[in-house]
């Protein structure tokens, strides 16, 4: 006798529902016809899905099982992020917008969606790293491809020994180590030979860290800082830049300003490494005007050009001194009108390099005394863009996973080379993009810099559509599809062209194998292929 999830599924098979509400109507209809004791989870519902396409009785369908994994969104970037938070500690900065709660990093807040989980189970990384992967697994999402994420407080304030030992425990998650090879009581350098171990164990394990990304300051960022976070695989820098107006810096007590921003941005570039800036407008002593000069100014001047940026318009919370300002009347935040006019403003005039991860803060709206109120700004900007007619051109926007106008059996996907200069290098954007770049499948960001430790570099290397097991293919599916290696031909190319001899990948531990088999060699740190 059939369960009520095979009944539904059945049915949904055979009508193909277009999207999730189509789905839901089909679910809500059976519900209704059959009277069930319960109502089946999106969970129960894809574990049906998968034992009748193993059972044969119905053939994968990649339309279907998109529209039953719970916030695919998750991985449909072609990865699945995991999150892990730093214990408290002292934070270098002294700025007026960060709240201090005894218990969490500074600026983090206790029921923050991530930072809540962290506090449960006391900042432990292994148990972080570990739970989440237990509850993606549980809600149907591929989990062999890791973008790690560490967030918390200032990284390189952190005591070195800590930081080795945090990335090690994530590494140890991903490969399965219960028993760990690693404690914060050991010395530098025995934490740095057992970190290889564990790095080198995660070349083949089940979940393997493709991408790591540390939060750090721009005046927190030496040779010596890179250096280290780079032996602990990290291919992500995210740093808090907020504004650049020297008096606005001032006022909030930043710490650093342009310089020691321009200066972090050449040497990670110098090293390979993608950029992450967090931008803050809504600042005291800002305008709309001043705020709107500042995102442009940001992609318009040549030492800075980011790859990514995230964009927290300043929310004024208890337990800062920015609330101590708004009490008093000293500081009123410019509204809610004016911000989403700049902002859509902004990312009606952004690089098709650039990618625009976050609009807001997931700060929970009880905190929020002053400053942004709309928790779905992202919507808002985008409705109203769409309304006027203007569209962003960032990568988020484009995108192949939220794309659901484009025909792809009329539409020719194509190849395309746009160039520009950034930190005294020259950066080659590659991508495979329908012909009208509405949509973008896979992009390659590639770099000839003379100042670097190798003369080129591949900084990132990704091809989107929802995540697939490694080695996997799915019809419909847009990885593992071959364009990561076109990419790769066409970097290689370039080389050759500027008589470029060596070509380094700033390649996360996981995806060290895919690069062997492309004719990289592991020298130090990096994937290099020798161009002949």
């Given at each position: ?140 999402h591929p989990i062999d491809k890791i973008e790690l994420i560490i967030k918390g407080g200032t990284w390189n304030s952190y005591?070195?020994t800590y930081q080795y030992w945090f990335i090690a425990r994530c590494f140890e998650a991903c490969n399965r180590t219960r ?161 989403l006019r700049i902002l859509k403003e902004f990312k009606s005039d952004v690089p098709r390099y650039l990618r625009i991860s ?175």
């Amino acid at each position: 006798m059939q369960n009520i999830e095979e009944i539904i599924i059945l049915d949904c098979y055979k009508k193909q529902p277009k999207d999730i509400e189509a789905l839901n109507n089909i679910k809500r209809r059976i519900l209704r016809t059959i009277k069930a004791g319960y109502i089946p989870t999106s969970t129960q519902l894809l574990k049906a899905y998968h034992r009748l396409v193993k059972e044969n009785k119905i053939k994968e369908s990649p339309q279907l099982e998109q529209n039953l994994l719970r916030r695919a969104v998750r991985t449909l970037s072609g990865v699945t992020i995991v999150t892990a938070l730093t214990k408290p500690f002292p934070c270098p900065g002294q700025c007026t917008y960060c709240p201090t709660e005894a218990r969490m990093p500074k600026s983090y807040l206790s029921d923050e969606p991530a930072a809540a989980r962290a506090l449960s189970l006391k900042f432990d990384p292994y148990e972080q790293t570990w739970r989440r992967l237990e509850a993606l697994k549980k809600n149907g999402h591929p989990i062999d491809k890791i973008e790690l994420i560490i967030k918390g407080g200032t990284w390189n304030s952190y005591p070195i020994t800590y930081q080795y030992w945090f990335i090690a425990r994530c590494f140890e998650a991903c490969n399965r180590t219960r028993k760990s090879a690693v404690s914060e009581k050991m010395s530098l350098d025995d934490l740095r030979k057992q970190m290889v171990k564990i790095q080198n164990k995660n070349e083949k394990a089940k979940h393997r860290i493709i991408g790591l990304t540390l939060e750090t300051r721009p005046d927190f960022i030496n040779k010596k800082t890179i250096e280290a976070m780079r032996e602990m695989g990290t291919t992500r820098i995210e740093m808090g830049v907020q504004h650049i107006d020297p008096k606005i810096m001032e006022m909030t007590k930043r710490g650093h300003g342009l310089k020691e921003t321009v200066e972090a941005t050449k040497l990670l570039r110098h090293y390979g490494f993608k950029v992450d800036y967090h931008l803050m407008p809504q600042l005291p002593g800002s305008t709309p005007a001043k705020d709107l000069k500042m995102m442009r100014q940001i992609f318009s001047d040549p030492r800075l050009r980011p790859d990514m940026i995230k964009i927290y318009p300043c929310t004024v919370v208890k337990n800062s001194e920015l609330y101590d300002w708004v009490a008093n009347g000293t500081f009123k935040p410019y509204s809610d009108k004016h911000l989403l006019r700049i902002l859509k403003e902004f990312k009606s005039d952004v690089p098709r390099y650039l990618r625009i991860s976050r609009l807001i803060r997931d700060i929970p709206s009880h905190h929020i005394m002053a400053g942004n109120m709309m928790t779905n700004l992202r919507q808002l900007i985008q409705f109203e863009m769409k309304a006027e007619g203007k569209t962003c051109q960032c990568l988020r926007c484009r995108e192949v996973g939220h794309q659901t106008q484009i025909d792809w059996d009329k539409d020719k996907i194509t190849k395309f080379v746009d160039q520009y200069e950034s930190s005294g290098g020259t950066e080659y954007f590659i991508s495979f993009e329908n012909s009208t770049r509405d949509a973008v499948l896979a992009f390659c960001r590639f770099r000839i810099d003379p100042a670097g430790i190798y003369p080129a570099f591949i900084r990132e290397l990704h091809v989107y559509g929802q995540s697939l097991e490694i080695a996997q293919r799915k019809l419909g599916a847009t990885q593992h599809t071959g364009m990561g290696k076109e990419m790769m031909k066409t970097a290689i190319e370039i080389c050759r062209k500027n008589k470029v001899p060596r070509l380094a990948v700033i390649s996360g531990v996981g995806v060290r194998d895919y690069y062997r088999k492309l004719g990289a060699k592991l020298d130090g740190n990096y994937m290099v292929f020798d161009i002949k």
